[in-house]
């Protein structure tokens, strides 16, 4: 009788089904987030191997030959963000800042397409007359509020803030992502600068070795 009497009521099904969706949701979350600092754990430890070290050394030569047949002389900015780009495709899109480093560069594309455009608007601002003066103030304003905002803040949420901006893609992630991120981020930046510091003493021997031989070479032709 009580049965028949709760199948016929219909707030009683309903809280039950949305107590199941619930459930339901939350089961989903907790199997994405394990799946998540899984794959992150999964991919510090490649990071710490000889075999991915050699792999991106082996792309990171074959990147800063291209950036040296592009340009007569390549700076300093071109390498790091080759060095950034073939780090970021060893990871394999599997972080966010691998996909925020691989997207960065479509990004300055269109900003480099928008500053053009904002140029010629400023240029014809000034043509016209037009007085610039009020939307300074007004970015100015916006950057105090910003500064105030920010100094009111906690020390742990200023902190994790920071870090946020220093790992690529994680500005406005949550803390457990970007702490997450954060460690995947840095055992990346540890292997790219053993696999540098190696090409670099790599390339000192082999200069060190030539330069040998054309002395030898040098002195073999005077002597005779």
Sequence with gaps: MSSSLMSANPVVNSDRSRRR???KIQSHGLGENSNYNHQCQNSSIEWKSDAQQQIYSSKLL???RQVRLSSDSPGPKRVHEAADRVLAAAARGRTRWSRAILTNRLKLKFMKKNNIVKRQNKVMTVITGGSSSS???QKKSKVRILGLRSKSLPAVQRKARVLSRLVPGCRKESLPVVL??????????EMQVRA???LAELLSLSGSSSTARGGAGH???SSS
């Design 21 to 23: 969706k619930k459930k």
């Design 62 to 64: 074959q990147a800063l």
């Design 135 to 137: 939307s300074r103030q």
């Design 180 to 189: 997450e991120e954060a460690t995947d981020y840095i055992a990346a930046l």
């Design 196 to 198: 540098m510091s190696a």
């Design 219 to 221: 002195n073999q032709f």
